[in-house]
């Protein structure tokens, strides 16, 4: 249950701040471009931005229809090659008389003629590095980096080295007329594609000849001591020095390359551009999502889902998924959907805060001119008449979006870096935040031993900071605890774990663990903790989407209590037209004052914990029971609930299923049921792990079901019991195997 909770909660960081000012342009190793509408092109030219072949103008335009000289191509190839540390033996030579060693791109040029072999000039002996370079030119040039020379090629030049190129893929999605002018994007197309092609030798890409190669996916991009990281599924990386990378990559399936002498990373190389596509979503479902284009993607259960740096499932995500969050769908050759990336990739460099209600100002100013965006707030599409004073609004320019959060963090201030004048991380509740370079300027205001508020972008980045005082900063985090008597640890419902010390006595650890709470601070290393309970008053009309008068939020999030803490859940699997509000022990409102937070005694199916119960009761000498029974049920390793009178009458070691259901500060069993049981069901019937059929009926599997093995007494996992016995008892209910044993 922690892991899924852990994970529910890194799905729904939807919520968002408060800000500052429209930040200045990134620095030129973040840099993203105003001018490139097209996400393909924008990723090419991030790849390569890393690599150093090119870059953008001081103005932060890209100019991607800009025609391309031959000396600059020359310089670009170079990058390419990883070889500007070798131009300093081609500074002092001079090749093509029209080429001077005071010409700046001189070294470029010889030592593509002389060190590389990659170009000549042409039949006058000069070399014209003023002249347009043609789409022909640059392809050869390429070709021969790949290995080609012209007697492999054969032919008319350049439709020989055109077809010969297209047939290796180097020429895929640019134009195939060769007298053509090279523009800027067809330069940063060709330059990717010749990174995932393969040498004239075969079996290696030209992207393995500049390092070491590392697969994975690419899960996030920041700083660290002012150095640009890269972090994979398969580890985090430094980049070259100086480099940092502006997150458009973020979500896709690629190669890293890895610089053998320095060991950091020179670039990070993506697949098949063509294979990925980031949407806005609109709903999820258990086989399928759809977008807000009304696309529909059909998404298997165990499809894998990268969320916040972690990896999951998809049968684990979707129902925690809300409208308008942005997804990177990855797809395979047939066009299915291969992994899922939640979120649509960069991190924020700027935001604007909102001080008056209903104000949009600074949100033009933010999406750098472009036109036509959606705004959400918390993940739910909003408009500018619902901005409220403290919101933070930040820019997606991968799905032409602006973000907008209201989520606020008080506590006392603890520590920053470098210095309070110009932090660039703060401490707040355990937890140290980033913070962009538009907020210093209020953050600057507080010293560490205040009260602070921090405001946060989407992504739980510091956008600005105010006064821990009245009603309009006040902080609005909530999250689930994780408690003992002398520590805490609070999973937001933003996303982000926060940690301190506490002093409870014992029944506040009861009444706390696993609950949600609200959580504050007022010293260092110390968490204040309060219980949610009331909020709005009424029946949960499922059928109608309300709680008593007020409706339901879009993205409403929904919690059982299933005995040993909370469980998400999404409206849909409440099985009752309506839950009385004896059963709601909480219902918070939005900024619309739509009910945003549920919290229920157990509703559903899944909200009966299944294991073996242990079971004592007292008798008379006539053998008449005296008083309740005492019963427990143990589901798992190390996990037995609470042991509870109970007026039930069951066997000790039997299989069932209780629900916990808490009324005040005592709980109690509110039912108990016998699974249904399926013996000797055998190893044959498993659809992996997460269905079998039986009998005609395929009934799911979910990925924490509790196994015990009756002979040698042990807790197993699932493979373990396949691994034991041929056949297996399974206990289901509701179309679910709830518990599983063998021998």
Not at 50 to 74: E, H, I, K, M, S
Not at 198 to 222: I, M, P, R
Not at 325 to 332: A, I, N, P
Not at 647 to 663: E, F, L, Q
Request: hydrophobic share 35%.
């Amino acid at each position: 249950m922690k892991r899924r909770i852990t994970t529910f909660l890194l799905a729904v960081c939807m919520t968002v701040s408060l800000l500052a000012v429209p930040a200045g342009a990134a620095s030129g190793a973040t840099a993203t471009f105003s001018d490139i509408g097209d996400r393909s092109t924008a990723m090419a030219v991030e790849s390569l931005r890393l690599l150093g072949v090119l870059d953008g103008y001081g103005d932060g335009t890209f100019r991607p229809g800009t025609v391309l000289n031959r000396a600059q191509f020359c310089k670009m190839a170079v990058y390419a090659m990883n070889g500007s540390s070798e131009l300093s033996r081609y500074r002092t030579v001079t090749i093509f008389p029209d080429v001077k060693l005071s010409h700046w791109a001189a070294a470029y040029i010889n030592m593509a003629a002389k060190g590389k072999d990659i170009i000549s000039g042409y039949a006058d002996g000069r070399f014209h590095p003023d002249r347009t370079v043609t789409v022909g030119q640059a392809v050869t040039i390429l070709m021969r980096m790949l290995g080609y020379k012209d007697e492999d090629i054969g032919g008319i030049w350049p439709d020989s080295y055109m077809a010969e190129a297209a047939t290796v893929g180097l020429t895929e999605g640019v134009s195939t007329n060769g007298s053509a002018g090279l523009t800027r994007a067809q330069a940063a197309r060709l330059f990717l594609n010749l990174l995932r092609t393969q040498t004239k030798e075969g079996g290696t890409t030209f992207a393995s000849t500049l390092g070491q190669t590392v697969q994975g996916v690419l899960l996030s991009a920041d700083t660290e001591g002012g150095e640009g990281r890269l972090r994979l599924s398969t580890g985090t990386y430094t980049l070259t020095e100086g480099k940092a990378s502006n997150g458009m990559l973020n979500g896709m399936k690629g190669t890293l390359i890895v610089d053998s002498k320095s060991g950091r990373a020179l670039t990070f190389v993506p697949e098949d551009l063509g294979s990925s596509k980031t949407v806005v979503l609109a709903s999820a479902k258990a086989t399928e999502m759809t977008d807000t284009s009304g696309n529909t993607y059909t998404v298997k259960s165990d499809t894998q889902v990268f969320q916040n740096g972690e990896a999951g499932s998809w049968g684990e995500a979707y129902t925690w998924l809300n409208a308008g969050t942005s997804v990177t769908l990855y797809l395979d050759a047939a066009g299915n959907v291969d992994y899922v990336f939640v979120g649509g990739g960069g991190n924020a460099t700027s935001a604007v805060i909102v001080y008056e209600k209903g104000s949009t100002a600074g949100f033009a100013s933010l999406a750098g001119g472009a036109t036509g965006y959606t705004i959400y707030k918390n993940g739910v599409r909003a408009s500018s008449g619902d901005m409220r004073k403290y919101d933070v609004a930040t820019y997606s320019a991968v799905t032409n979006s602006i973000r907008v959060s209201d989520t606020r963090i008080t506590g006392y201030y603890e520590d920053c870096s470098p210095n309070p004048s110009e932090p660039s991380k703060i401490t707040v509740l355990g937890h140290e935040f980033n913070v962009l370079p538009s907020a210093m300027q209020t953050v600057s205001k507080f010293r560490p031993g205040d009260q602070i508020t921090l405001l946060l972008t989407e992504d739980n980045q510091v956008a600005g900071a105010a006064e821990a005082t009245g009603t309009t900063a006040s902080g609005n985090a909530i999250g689930i605890a994780e408690v003992s008597s002398g520590s805490a640890t609070v999973n937001l419902l933003c996303g982000i774990q926060v940690k301190g010390s506490v002093k409870l006595s014992a029944s506040d650890v009861e009444r706390l663990n696993g609950q949600l709470v609200r959580v504050s601070s007022s010293k260092k290393d110390g968490l204040s903790l309060t219980r949610l309970t009331g909020g709005v008053s009424g029946d949960l009309d499922v059928e109608n989407g309300k709680l008593g008068s007020r409706e339901l939020a879009e993205n409403v999030i929904i919690f059982q209590n299933d005995g040993s803490g909370l469980t998400a859940i999404s409206l849909s699997q409440i099985t009752e037209a309506k839950v009385p509000s004896s059963q709601i022990t909480y219902a918070g409102t939005d900024w619309a004052d739509r009910v945003k937070v549920i919290v229920l005694n157990s509703v559903t199916g899944s909200g009966y914990i299944f294991g073996r119960a242990h079971y004592t009761a007292n008798y008379d000498e006539e053998g008449n029971r005296v008083g309740n029974a005492q019963l427990s049920v143990e589901y798992g390793e190390g996990k037995t609930t609470a042991t509870f009178e109970t007026g039930y009458v069951v066997r000790n070691g039997d299989i069932v299923g209780i629900t916990i259901v808490t009324a005040g500060n005592t709980q109690r069993i509110g039912s108990l049921i016998y699974p249904d049981e399926l013996r000797n069901v055998p190893n044959a019937a498993w659809s992996g792990k997460g269905a079998v059929t039986v009998n005609g009926r395929t009934y799911t599997v979910p990925a924490s079901l509790p196994c015990y093995n009756r002979e040698t007494r042990e807790w197993v996992t699932l493979t373990e019991a396949r691994a034991y016995a041929d056949s297996a008892t399974l206990y289901v209910h509701q179309g679910v195997v709830r518990f599983l044993e063998v021998g």
